[in-house]
């Protein structure tokens, strides 16, 4: 087997309750071993025996000042980093963890069908994706536009959400409402 990654799933502020399934997502996927964790002590050595380490919708400020260092000295020296979903909420008063991510987590809407355009249309992870890939999530907004330190795999069509059969729909909704007399019942 592969050097095993490993997974951080450790929240301090919101605890997404698909972080079990998605841990048995990437056991089942059976091409390393996994060690999940959400102890913060975990991190407090050197991280050499890991290809990878994968931020698994962590969020808050899950580290400790020796994790911390142990990180950056594992990506400086040429070990893997993941962030999957919520690591964008993660370690805001850490400058590094900002820029190893390349954007901040603003906000979401609500799931919502959505369309991803491919970038990058070679890459191991994209590479197997339809030119537009269709499915529902919550799209998040960052802070910044990552494009100046990163290199975007794909991206959120955001014309997407001017299909005209949506648009319809809210203009319906928003007649319906605005009828003399329905109270917007």
Same mark, same amino acid.
């Given at each position: 087997?592969?050097?095993?990654?490993r997974?951080l799933a450790?929240?301090?502020?919101?605890?997404?309750?698909?972080?079990?399934a998605?841990?048995t997502?990437?056991?089942?996927?059976?091409?390393?071993?996994?060690?999940?964790t959400?102890d913060p002590?975990?991190?407090e050595r050197?991280l050499?025996?890991?290809?990878?380490?994968v931020f698994?919708?962590t969020?808050g400020e899950v580290?400790t000042s020796a994790?911390r260092e142990?990180l950056?000295a594992?990506?400086?020296s040429?070990?893997?980093?993941v962030?999957v979903?919520?690591?964008?909420?993660?370690e805001?008063?850490?400058?590094?963890?900002?820029d190893?991510?390349?954007?901040r987590?603003?906000?979401?809407?609500?799931?919502?069908p /959505?369309?991803?355009?491919?970038?990058?249309?070679?890459h191991?992870a994209?590479?197997?994706?339809?030119?537009v890939?269709?499915?529902?999530?919550?799209w998040?907004d960052?802070r910044?536009g990552?494009?100046s330190?990163?290199?975007v795999?794909?991206?959120?069509?955001?014309?997407f959400?001017?299909?005209?059969d949506?648009?319809?729909?809210l203009? /319906?909704?928003i007649?319906?409402?605005?009828?003399p007399g329905?109270?917007?019942?």
């Open positions: 087997m592969a050097a095993a990654p997974l450790r929240t301090t502020a919101y605890h997404h309750d698909s972080i079990p998605a841990v997502a990437l056991r089942t996927l059976g091409l390393f071993e996994v060690t999940a959400e002590a975990a991190f050197p050499d025996d890991y290809a990878a380490v698994l919708s969020s580290l994790g142990h950056a594992h990506v400086e040429g070990g893997g980093f962030g979903h919520a690591s964008a909420c993660a805001y008063d850490w400058p590094y963890y900002g190893l991510l390349g954007a987590f603003d906000r979401h809407p609500a799931h919502q /959505g369309n991803a355009v491919i970038e990058d249309r070679t191991p994209t590479q197997h994706l339809p030119a890939w269709q499915f529902t999530d919550e998040y960052f910044t990552p494009r330190s990163t290199h795999l794909l991206s959120a069509d955001e014309s959400y001017e299909d005209p949506f648009r319809a729909y203009l /319906g909704g007649n319906w409402a605005a009828r329905t109270s917007g019942e």
